[in-house]
């Protein structure tokens, strides 16, 4: 079939009033599915800004300008109403903006981005490829780095927009209908459950010193300072809305975790942004003093890597083994049935006892393969 140009004008309603939104939104819950959508800016923010959030009900396409909106409860009961699944594209960026806006999440909720793998596409697919595919549509992606704050929006901008929510319903349509012809859609519903799961599980500020790289290097001692350090980087930057890095370069912490400077001075001596030294310099040196008062018994433990275990090289191969087996047993994509992180959580989970099932050992992929994967971690 021929491709053809999305270049037609697309009919939609803007909503930039708190009546029009519940008006749209009662009507929205009257249909079984609903495409959702964001526009949203993020450059020095912690936060993405929202711009315009997109919905198409089957009916008519709405695009909501969230700079004149107040009264956001009918939205909300939108997206908590169980009798409507929410339809997204890549949610992960959509589900901070709705958390963190609204707190709450689209539940029911379908990733095209995740039934799509399941249809055997690359993990990563972009919605325009999909749209291509399966509706031989080439859409026009010129506006996608565009400024979503600014106002007015052009009549180009609010097509690009509309157009992410026109084409989604017949897309996840499709990709609905071939997985339950294979069988795959209770998997891949399964996933799109645990992406809003782990969108609700908010970085706790006292373990954000595990995610800073090479922490792995710092003593216990050090990691004392560090776990004062980046926790208030943390909350700072969710309280001010900064992105972390404008508060202070993730580098400089573990440089002052290891040199530990109690002056002013010492601070510029090590190359400090002048900004970071002027607003919270202060702070810093008051944190690196009450780590160093931390009792011994209360350090954080060496962090340990996995690489160091003995048998990490081979149990992560003879996993990865297996999983490629079963893969191309059941005719799905090895990528979507595992990846390198989740097998590390499982080694973690068996030899450092963390907390909780691994995705490995839990949904319909402990459902098809636990037995297995427990009988290769009892050699190790």
Not at 77 to 101: G, P, W
Request: with cysteine; glycine share 2%; charged share 25%.
């Amino acid at each position: 079939m021929a491709m053809e140009n999305n270049k037609e004008d697309l009919n939609y309603h803007i909503v930039n009033s708190d009546i029009e939104l519940e008006y749209v939104c009662q009507r929205a819950r009257q249909a079984k599915y609903v495409a959702l959508d964001t526009e949203f800016v993020r450059t020095r923010t912690y936060f993405p800004t929202l711009g315009l959030i997109q919905l198409y009900d089957g009916q008519q396409i709405v695009l909501i300008d969230p700079l004149s909106i107040r009264q956001w409860q009918p939205f909300c009961h939108l997206l908590t109403d169980e009798k409507v699944t929410k339809i997204l594209h890549a949610c992960s960026e959509d589900l901070e903006i709705f958390m963190h806006e609204f707190n709450t999440l689209p539940e029911p909720m379908i990733d095209t981005q995740i039934l799509a793998a399941f249809d055997n596409y690359p993990l990563s697919t972009g919605f325009a490829k999909l749209v291509s595919d399966k509706l031989c549509i080439q859409l026009d992606k010129s506006e996608s780095r565009t400024d979503w704050l600014a106002r007015p929006l052009t009549q180009k901008q609010y097509n690009y927009a509309a157009a992410d929510v026109y084409y989604l319903l017949p897309v996840a349509q499709q990709l609905i209908h071939q997985l339950t012809q294979t069988n795959w859609l209770y998997a891949a519903l399964d996933d799109c459950q645990r992406v809003c799961q782990r969108r609700r599980q908010s970085i706790y500020p006292e373990k954000a010193y595990l995610d800073i790289t090479n922490a792995w290097q710092l003593k216990p001692q050090q990691l004392a300072i560090l776990q004062l350090l980046a926790a208030w980087r943390i909350r700072y930057a969710r309280q001010y809305n900064i992105a972390l890095n404008f508060v202070v370069k993730e580098e400089h912490l573990k440089q002052l975790t290891i040199t530990q400077p109690k002056t002013l001075y010492e601070l510029r001596q090590l190359g400090l942004a002048n900004t970071e030294i002027r607003h919270h310099g202060t702070t810093l040196l008051a944190l690196i003093k009450q780590g160093q008062e931390v009792d011994e018994d209360k350090w954080p433990k060496r962090i340990e890597r996995l690489i160091d275990y003995p048998n990490y090289k081979k149990a992560a191969k003879t996993l990865k083994a297996l999983l490629q087996s079963l893969a191309d047993e059941k005719s799905i994509n090895s990528e979507l049935l595992s990846s390198r992180r989740q097998i590390n959580q499982l080694l973690r989970w068996h030899w450092q006892k963390k907390e909780g099932k691994p995705v490995l050992m839990s949904g319909w992929r402990g459902e098809l393969f636990s037995r297995q994967i427990e009988k290769i971690l009892e050699e190790y």
